[in-house]
């Protein structure tokens, strides 16, 4: 793993607001060498870079070494950037070509990281051969465990690590964005648990899931299932888990749009205060390289039907790997270390200068009036499909009863005058109520089409508002509203 998956620390105690600094936006840096770091005893310790120990190399060669690596962090650095903006500025969205791309992004950036390592190892054993240690292999690069705790950190830069229920090694401290239903809980002191659908059962009703074979319906969902219902069908009212990341750039939901749009500030979570069974990392190590790969298939836990399964894992997977998450079942407010303000963060202050924007304001209110929009024609729809199967079935019992007079009239050749007057008047009555009835279905199904085409210009309007609104929260300008991947704006220092 490299270094922009962890966080600064300097002492054991729970870290202060400037403990986590940028290089940049005005938030001071210390000065130190290029590959030292100021211990908390006063002595210069020689940080490890990527997966060389420079401590073991002679101080002759140290710095070439180190020159070579910062080169092949730039050039991954830069690669990732590429790739995540032009991901980002797309307007392709979870259709069959969106999910094309998604793959892609993901694939080109896990062979930019392998390549990362590959570097790494291969200057390791063609500069270094004779250097004992030298390079970092596996799990040794998290550090050393204190004690029985769930808890790694390095020597070299007190970089704090915990481990997942998969194994995974985790930075120590990561990041939620907050959503608005999380955002008066935190500010109450509370803990953060799931809300909404609690059983299988609830799943199938509120047609989160269309089968829950293998399960007891009202069994209480498992930690497992809501670890990968959150990620695909989560959120809002029905919290099955919590998300955070360890990346340091804005989360981008599927469909592109940062979750920073809708800025409601963000917390960052001590792990170490959850349990490790509680916390799934979602990306896997590899085991040769030790780069950041995309979790196995069955890394998740089935639910329900297979194939519907595996669509959404597929998604699951995509969306996990390209934002660094990490699922916690809850978030207890013991583990809530700051509510960070900084603007990098998507806090408050953006929140309070975005919204004082007229252009976004305007953006923001006119998506807000169209996802309404978009919900009450989603409600006339399905009471127009309504209205269409009653009006369909009054056509049946009509017709019905027209064959049953001209059954009576042609099978009864002894029927009186009068009576066959009375069933002729009848059957009359009864097709004109019938063409009536033709005539309101007609009209319904034009209704259907003119509400249909009204759906597809909210969504597009939707859409439209919502690029609008991304453009804006990554506006790498001097505003006070975010940035894509600056990192002038990033409060961690990874």
Same mark, same amino acid.
């Given at each position: 793993m490299s270094k922009e998956n962890?966080?600064? %620390?300097?002492?054991?105690?729970?870290?202060?607001?400037?403990?986590?600094?940028?290089?940049?936006?005005?938030?001071?840096?210390?000065?130190?060498?290029? $590959?030292?770091? %100021?211990?908390?005893?006063?002595?210069?310790?020689?940080?490890?870079?990527?997966?060389?120990?420079?401590?073991?190399?002679?101080?002759g060669k140290r710095e070439m070494i180190r020159k070579e690596i910062e080169q092949f962090k730039q050039e991954k650095r830069t690669g990732k950037k590429g790739l995540t903006i032009n991901w980002a500025t797309s307007d392709s969205k979870d259709d069959t070509h969106g999910k094309e791309d998604d793959i892609t992004y993901n694939n080109q950036i896990e062979e930019i990281r392998k390549k990362y390592e590959q570097q790494i190892r291969h200057l390791a054993e063609t500069q270094l051969p004779d250097v004992k240690d030298a390079y970092i292999s596996g799990d040794q690069y998290y550090g050393d465990q204190q004690g029985t705790d769930n808890h790694y950190i390095r020597s070299d830069n007190k970089k704090?690590?915990? /481990?997942?229920? /998969?194994?995974? $090694?985790?930075?120590?401290?990561? /990041? /939620?964005?907050?959503?608005?239903?999380?955002?008066?809980?935190?500010?109450?002191?509370?803990?953060?648990?799931p809300t909404g659908i609690s059983t299988y059962k609830d799943l199938l009703d509120k047609r989160k899931v269309s089968d829950i074979t293998g399960v007891n319906p009202n069994d209480t969902i498992s930690a497992d299932h809501r670890e990968f219902l959150q990620q695909s069908t989560?959120?809002?009212?029905?919290?099955?888990? $919590?998300?955070?990341?360890?990346?340091?750039?804005?989360?981008?939901?599927?469909?592109?749009?940062s979750f920073g749009t809708y800025p409601n500030g963000a917390i960052l979570t001590d792990l170490k205060m959850i349990p490790r069974d509680e916390i799934a990392a979602q990306w896997g190590t590899d085991e040769q390289y030790g780069h950041k790969v995309k979790l196995k298939e069955d890394a998740h836990v089935p639910l329900g039907n297979e194939d519907q399964f595996k669509q959404r894992d597929q998604v699951v997977i995509m969306s996990g790997y390209r934002n660094k998450e990490i699922i916690t079942n809850s978030i207890p407010h013991t583990s809530i270390v700051r509510n960070p303000s900084h603007k990098g963060w998507g806090g408050p202050d953006v929140k309070e200068n975005i919204q004082q924007d007229d252009e976004y304001k305007g953006n923001y209110d006119a998506l807000t009036t169209k996802e309404q929009e978009l919900t009450n024609y989603k409600t006339l729809l399905e009471q127009n499909k309504k209205d269409t199967e009653a009006k369909e079935r009054e056509i049946n019992a009509l017709t019905n009863k027209i064959n049953g007079i001209d059954y009576a009239l042609t099978k009864n050749t002894n029927i009186p005058e009068k009576r066959a007057k009375e069933l002729n008047e009848n059957k009359l009555k009864l097709e004109a109520n019938k063409q009536t009835v033709s005539d309101e279905i007609e009209g319904l199904k034009k209704a259907e089409e003119g509400i249909k085409n009204n759906i597809q210009t909210a969504e597009s309007d939707i859409n439209r508002y919502k690029i609008l609104l991304r453009n804006a929260a990554y506006d790498s300008g001097e505003s006070t509203r975010g940035t894509l991947m600056e990192e002038e704006r990033i409060a961690l220092k990874k």
């Open positions: 962890s966080l600064s %620390k300097k002492t054991d105690m729970a870290p202060s607001a400037a403990t986590y600094y940028s290089s940049h936006s005005g938030i001071s840096r210390p000065a130190v060498k290029p $590959f030292q770091l %100021k211990s908390s005893s006063g002595t210069n310790v020689i940080q490890a870079k990527g997966r060389i120990d420079l401590s073991k190399i002679e101080e704090e690590y915990v /481990r997942d229920k /998969r194994g995974t $090694f985790i930075p120590r401290y990561v /990041r /939620r964005e907050l959503n608005r239903n999380d955002t008066g809980p935190v500010s109450s002191g509370q803990n953060l648990n989560g959120g809002g009212n029905n919290q099955f888990a $919590f998300s955070h990341t360890s990346t340091k750039r804005p989360i981008l939901s599927n469909d592109h749009l």
